[in-house]
């Protein structure tokens, strides 16, 4: 049969399919975008067509690529699935990346399949607030009010991250980083939200710790360091009021567990720890290292990650370790 006989053919059915079909070649340049992908991801294919596949994403966004891509040139048969968040579009989408490998040749290019999954996701959580909803329905008014607290919380939280410049913005990337851990595990449901609300609020304790402690620019003394350890124990006493069903204190509390159980407030160790607090505990640590200091430059990447591996089976729960590692060598996480 003629081969390019079979390409028309080829080419043929991958622009009948619904899912967005983007294909490079081995160096990475576009060579083929079927009409789905023009209309999920919002592009022109005579935009795009002939350009690297890394030159084409956001330059904020090109590093993550182009680590992805290099992963799967070294693993045949992977993938990696990336939610991506198309603000202006009001879109989301799901991107799957898979390498195309001959027998006996090697690699011959790279597949990008999309599929819009903005319904799907809106309805995810949807269901995942309305099973909350339900939960709490027949609570007290204080119960009924319990989200409305939760962001007065919030924003108490942000408004005393703004006084200092090296942790404005903490609580946020923290949240964000262990939404994505939790959910690459777990997917979108109600126990979701709770690692999100115990992520915002996790230095909420902090309200109580003196500013002359809490912003000090230099190294903490033995006193001081004990007074800022209070704050996980703190923090769980004021969300604790606020929090009916007892779900998300205790992830706020024990925040600053190890899994070797020399951690605080309560020196848990291993599943004792909640799930979601194990999970903080890495978002929180992986901030703080990313993050300048006044006593400290901020660490690069790689010394991140390592340190974060490092501490696998010592300071990390060594499974959401290996998850972590996963987002973070796919560029999920910066």
């Known amino acids: 049969m003629d081969s390019a006989w079979l390409d028309h053919l080829y080419r043929l059915v991958l622009q009948q399919m619904r899912e967005g079909i983007i294909l490079s070649d081995a160096e990475g340049k576009i060579v083929f975008i079927n009409d789905a992908a023009e209309q999920i991801r919002n592009i022109r294919r005579e935009n795009i067509l002939g350009n690297s596949m890394v030159n084409c994403h956001k330059e904020s966004s090109r590093e993550k690529v182009l680590r992805a891509l290099d992963y799967l040139k070294t693993h045949e048969g992977s993938s990696i699935s990336r939610m991506v968040t198309d603000v202006m579009n009001d879109k989301i989408y799901e991107n799957v990346y898979a390498p195309?490998?001959?027998?006996g040749v090697g690699l011959q290019g790279i597949a990008?399949?999309?599929?819009?999954?903005?319904?799907q996701r809106k309805s995810e959580e949807s269901k995942a607030n309305y099973q909350r909803a339900q939960q709490i329905a027949h609570d007290t008014l204080r119960e009924q009010y319990h989200n409305l607290v939760l962001t007065s919380m919030e924003m108490l939280c942000n408004l005393l991250e703004t006084r200092d410049d090296y942790t404005d913005g903490h609580s946020k990337r923290v949240c964000e980083i262990a939404v994505k851990l939790y959910e690459q595990k777990y997917g979108v449901n109600e126990?979701?939200?709770?690692?999100?609300?115990?992520?915002?609020?996790?230095?909420?304790g902090k309200i109580c710790i003196p500013d002359s402690i809490v912003q000090k620019p230099g190294k903490l003394t033995s006193e001081e360091y004990e007074a800022i350890k209070q704050h996980s124990r703190l923090a769980g006493?004021?969300?604790?009021?606020?929090?009916p069903g007892s779900r998300?204190?205790?992830?706020?509390?024990?925040?600053?567990?190890?899994?070797?159980?020399?951690g605080y407030p309560d020196?848990?160790?291993?599943?004792?720890?909640?799930?979601?607090?194990?999970?903080?505990?890495?978002?929180?640590a992986y901030d703080a290292m990313r993050s300048s200091?006044?006593?400290?430059k901020t660490m690069n990447y790689e010394q991140c990650i390592q340190e974060i591996r490092s501490n696998a089976g010592k300071q990390f729960d060594p499974e959401w370790v290996e998850i972590f590692l996963d987002l973070a060598n796919t560029g999920s996480i910066e």
């Not at 006493?237 to 929090?243: F, G, K």
């Open 293 to 296: 200091r006044p006593y400290r």
């Open 191 to 204: 126990l979701l939200l709770d690692v999100q609300w115990a992520a915002k609020l996790h230095d909420i």
């Open 237 to 243: 006493e004021i969300i604790r009021p606020l929090d």
């Open 100 to 103: 195309i490998f001959e027998p």
């Open 248 to 262: 998300i204190w205790p992830i706020i509390r024990h925040h600053h567990e190890r899994y070797d159980g020399k």
């Open 112 to 119: 990008v399949i999309s599929r819009d999954v903005t319904e």
């Open 267 to 284: 020196g848990l160790q291993g599943i004792q720890i909640p799930d979601g607090s194990r999970v903080i505990a890495i978002a929180d």
